[in-house]
């Protein structure tokens, strides 16, 4: 971006962020989004080349963060696995650090994937994130049976439902706008709810 465009493109950034968390995607207007950053149509398609555009490019970065911590957590499990099959290290991280590192930072635009998206690539992010995660606990299970670890055998859409669940519950307090220290209350509760139930199933206690 030439330097004589940053400003006016933090204030369309702006603009467009309270656009789609105030009326959602599907209603968000490129004229009220001009309106707000005080700037005609025409200029905001200076910055970007439609709405669609302009949404991605307040996520994206934050899906990325996502994806990249979710590559770096199952790598270093599988690093943990080579070491010990302790229950410790197979729950050691969790996704509730995920929101603590990687989301809170950046709620604002959590809060536009999550309730904001419909009519986007990513409105099932949910749907797609638990997907990806059942894949690798899948094959995580496989990986510990061949380390000798006596975990036991989950079904898939079994799987499907309490992975969705949970990351429903972790990320519900975020929704909702809870203050900080709330979020860490509720997202305690929440390991403190789920990690027995995921030993238990996966027949580690």
């Not at 899906?63 to 729950?91: G, N, Q």
Request: include cysteine; hydrophobic fraction near 40%; charge should be negative.
């Amino acid at each position: 971006m030439p330097r004589d465009k940053t400003l006016s493109h933090i204030r369309v950034n702006k603009a467009i962020k309270e656009e789609f968390l105030e009326k959602g995607y599907e209603a968000a207007s490129i004229r009220s989004i001009g309106a707000r950053a005080g700037m005609t149509s025409a200029g905001l398609y200076r910055h970007y080349a439609d709405k669609e555009s302009m949404f991605n490019a307040l996520v994206e970065p934050l899906v990325e963060d996502i994806k990249k911590w979710t590559r770096r957590h199952t790598e270093r499990k599988y690093d943990l696995l080579d070491d010990t099959i302790e229950k410790d290290a197979i729950f050691g991280e969790t996704f509730i650090d995920l929101i603590r590192e990687v989301i809170l930072p950046k709620r604002d635009e959590f809060k536009l994937l999550m309730t904001c998206s419909k009519g986007t690539g990513y409105e099932n992010f949910v749907h797609d994130y638990a997907m990806v995660s059942q894949k690798e606990f899948l094959k995580a299970i496989k990986y510990m049976k061949k380390k000798g670890c006596p975990v036991a055998d989950i079904d898939e859409d079994e799987l499907h439902m309490l992975l969705s669940a949970y990351l429903t519950a972790c990320f519900e307090p975020i929704i909702h706008d809870c203050e900080e220290t709330k979020i860490e209350k509720y997202l305690i509760t929440v390991r403190d709810f789920f990690m027995p139930g995921w030993m238990r199933i996966m027949g580690l206690n």
